[in-house]
């Protein structure tokens, strides 16, 4: 069966940095776009960053040039690294499975989803 497994995450200090891994299992991972998604009290799911199957990639604006995703198709792992981080940052983060080929931008696009781990940004 399809498994996605988070790790990383965490308490950190505004302006440090965390990854984030999730491994991927049950599936062709090389085929699908993945992405990864947060939700912050009060707000609805956003998609944060998003790359093809291919390797090409999507960051939303608000992470544009500080978050980096990608994957190592030998390993079945999808990575986040985050840089410069900020309070507004703070959020449960997950990653889910999108689609073969490219990625979606809206959280309909995906069907499996990790289990979600807790990020906070102390100012």
């Known amino acids: 069966q399809v498994q996605l497994v988070e790790s990383g995450g965490g308490l950190v200090q505004a302006g440090g940095s965390l990854r984030h891994s999730c491994a991927a299992s049950g599936f062709t991972f090389s085929s699908y776009a993945m992405g990864w998604f947060r939700q912050a009290p009060g707000k609805e799911r956003e998609l944060v960053a998003a790359?093809?199957?291919?390797?090409?990639?999507y960051y939303a604006d608000s992470v544009k040039g500080r978050f980096t995703i990608s994957r190592d198709n030998a390993k079945n792992t999808l990575y986040l690294q985050m840089n410069s981080l900020k309070p507004e940052d703070t959020a449960v983060y997950y990653c889910?499975?999108?689609?073969?080929?490219?990625?979606?931008?809206?959280?309909?696009?995906?069907?499996?989803w990790g289990q979600g781990t807790q990020v906070t940004v102390s100012s």
């Open positions: 889910a499975r999108g689609p073969t080929g490219s990625y979606y931008y809206t959280e309909f696009g995906y069907d499996y």
């Open positions: 790359i093809s199957s291919g390797g090409s990639t």
